[in-house]
């Protein structure tokens, strides 16, 4: 059942003329920050030729890209979660799968399963674009594929954090909003805390991701988007024990 879930949002994702104009405009955007970042590395070639150490292709052009991936991806993933729930409850078309033999759980696993098999291609378009590097360098596959892992361990935790927000509203205006303002305050949290007071951003998913973009694998920064996304996923499960306990 989770499986057939899946399929009918991604099913309901690609058709929709909107989500291929997103898509559109997001892969120029990817393409315009790769190429920035490309002329601005060849820029400073005999700088870098100087130094014995220099940054390659793949840390001054790559590493920058997913980290731009990730500041867009957060901004975009609540429009998507906004709708997972939130727009089919306002539409009455939530009422048919709440009635129906199916548990909380499947529907919230198969609505997260089907929104990240959904952003799976947005994250292999960013390696593509920089394995075009190839072409002229060597790259670090290393780094690149730390960085791809990052960012879908991140995208899952905004999703998961959309699917709860879009759970407790009936406008999916709000759950956007909502679910964009908690990401972003969890960034804030990220930048202004200070380097001693560790806590707190330790709790933070944009602090764990910088260890994967500098192609560092850490299992805490693994165990911690894994129960970041339970956390927010058990949440939404219980959102929904109680919207059709209560028939909301």
């Not at 409850?89 to 997260?112: C, H």
């Not at 190839?134 to 995208?155: E, V």
């Not at 988007?225 to 339970?230: E, Q």
Request: glycine share 6%; net charge neutral; with cysteine.
């Amino acid at each position: 059942m989770i499986l057939t879930i899946a399929r009918k949002e991604l099913r309901s994702l690609f058709g929709t003329p909107s989500t291929w104009l997103i898509l559109g405009m997001l892969q120029f955007i990817f393409a315009l920050f790769f190429l920035a970042r490309l002329d601005a590395f060849i820029q400073l070639q005999p700088q870098l030729a100087q130094l014995i150490n220099a940054p390659g292709a793949t840390s001054a052009v790559a590493a920058p890209l997913f980290s731009s991936a990730a500041l867009i991806m957060m901004m975009l993933i609540p429009v998507f979660t906004m709708r997972l729930i939130a727009e089919e409850r306002r539409n009455q078309t939530m009422t048919l799968l709440m009635s129906s033999p199916v548990s909380n759980w499947e529907i919230v696993l198969g609505k997260f399963t089907g929104l990240m098999l959904f952003l799976v291609p947005v994250t292999l378009s960013c390696v593509l674009i920089v394995l075009t590097l190839a072409a002229g360098t060597q790259l670090d596959i290393g780094l690149i594929l730390a960085n791809a892992l990052g960012l879908m361990l991140l995208c899952a935790s905004y999703a998961a954090l959309g699917m709860y927000v879009s759970a407790l509203t009936l406008q999916p205006a709000i759950a956007a909003i909502g679910a964009l303002a908690i990401s972003f305050g969890l960034m804030l949290v990220d930048i202004s805390t200070e380097e001693h007071d560790a806590s707190w951003r330790a709790l933070t998913p944009t602090h764990h991701f910088q260890n994967f973009n500098i192609g560092l694998l850490n299992s805490g920064d693994m165990v911690f988007f894994l129960l970041f996304c339970g956390f927010f996923l058990v949440l939404t499960i219980r959102q929904l024990h109680n919207n059709r306990m209560y028939g909301q």
